[in-house]
């Protein structure tokens, strides 16, 4: 998927539950799209560092893959929001769309909406060093 466009889709979203479209390249500027669930152990060890970028101006953009809306409402009340928006993936296809193999995923998009970087995995001290670097 490097190199490629993130694909667009439309979804509901967590904070109005209403369907949205979601256009990458409409963006104009690099960003983050974390795939998470508040089932997901590493999810947590990654959260502190989704929200130091974010802190950073650094748009992050959530999917939360096949999760209850009340437990995600509760972990991001608990960890706080660093979300510029969490589109809900109930059925795992925006994740398969993009490729992933489960969560977390983190992709670096480029101000053309296409994929720069894919970490699959949690976000670790030496991966939120790179995507300073790269994005700042």
Known sequence: MIGKDFPEFNAKTLNNKNSS?????????????????????????????????????????????KDNETNVLKYLKKLGNPYAEIYVDDLGQISILAGAYGVPETFLINEDGKIIFKHVGPIDDKIYQWLLKNIL
């Open 21 to 65: 479209s979601f256009y990458p390249k409409n963006i104009k500027q690099k960003f983050i799209i974390n795939i998470f669930a508040s089932w997901c152990a590493p999810c947590w060890t990654e959260h502190e560092f989704l929200i130091n970028l974010s802190k950073k101006n650094i748009k992050i953009i959530g999917i939360n893959y």
